[in-house]
């Protein structure tokens, strides 16, 4: 089982900050099968990435996503009131599919 | 409105069971691949069932396999999730996520609020 592991936990940051979320994988990814998700409280999760670094549909250039192997990062580039969330990664190359954690986007 | 809408969580004690429903709209509900994926409280989420548009495959996760089973109904553009044996490590909120493509990607386009389910006595 491909164990994903994402840091920081938490990001404390300001609205028009960058954000730099890491998800690292137990063993290599196959294909770069690895998609990340946004969490608001009481909303649907809603895909943003998958494929390492496809944009979802709808989703801002300000998302971004990239890595191989073991090592990803999704990156947001100035924050918006909106991204403050949870963003989890998940590993769809191999079964079982996993997710990671979470790492929480706070308001500094 | 593109949209998933569970219902049918609540408390159940150990040994119960319990169905839970999904409700799609705005998309063609038949053409796609559809999965339940749940979140126990402070843990990941947890991908646990896959339903192909035609009902067939089927696939479960080891955790819940024997007591669980996935079915749609695409007339009804519903699905559905019967839990039989709940133990109180199924506490959890369950998600419907919809895999919008005919064959799976396994990763998940649409997803609802969830329906929290509490396995307790």
């Known amino acids: 089982e491909v164990v994903l592991t994402q840091s920081p936990g938490t990001l404390s940051l300001s609205p028009g900050e960058r954000a730099t979320l890491s998800c690292r994988a137990s063993?290599?990814?196959?294909?770069?099968?690895l998609a990340w998700y946004q969490q608001r409280p009481g909303q649907a999760p809603r895909l943003l990435i998958y494929?390492?670094?496809s944009r979802a549909n709808g989703i801002p250039d300000r998302f971004s996503g990239s890595g191989s192997g073991t090592d990803f990062t999704l990156t947001i580039s100035r924050l918006e009131p909106e991204d403050f969330a949870v963003y989890t990664c998940?590993?769809?190359?191999?079964?079982?599919?996993?997710f990671g954690g979470g790492t929480k986007v706070e308001i500094k | 409105e593109v949209q998933l809408v569970e219902s049918g969580g609540g408390l159940v004690q150990p040994g119960g069971s319990l169905r839970l429903s999904c409700a799609a709209s705005?998309?063609?509900?038949?053409?796609?691949?559809m999965n339940w994926v749940r979140q126990a409280p402070g843990k990941e989420l947890e991908w646990i069932s896959y339903?192909?548009?035609?009902?067939?495959?089927?696939y479960y996760a080891d955790s819940v396999k024997g007591r669980f089973t996935i079915s749609r109904d695409n007339a009804k553009n519903s699905l559905s999730l019967q839990m039989n044996n709940l133990r109180a490590e199924d506490t959890a909120v369950y998600y419907c996520?919809?895999?919008?493509?005919?064959?799976?990607?396994?990763?998940?386009?649409?997803w609802g609020r969830g329906t929290l389910v509490t396995v307790s006595s």
């Open positions: 998940q590993n769809y190359g191999s079964s079982p599919l996993t």
């Open positions: 494929g390492v670094s």
């Open positions: 339903i192909s548009p035609s009902s067939s495959p089927i």
């Open positions: 996520a919809g895999d919008l493509a005919r064959s799976p990607r396994w990763f998940f386009d649409l």
């Open positions: 705005g998309f063609t509900f038949s053409n796609y691949c």
């Open positions: 063993q290599s990814i196959n294909s770069n099968y």
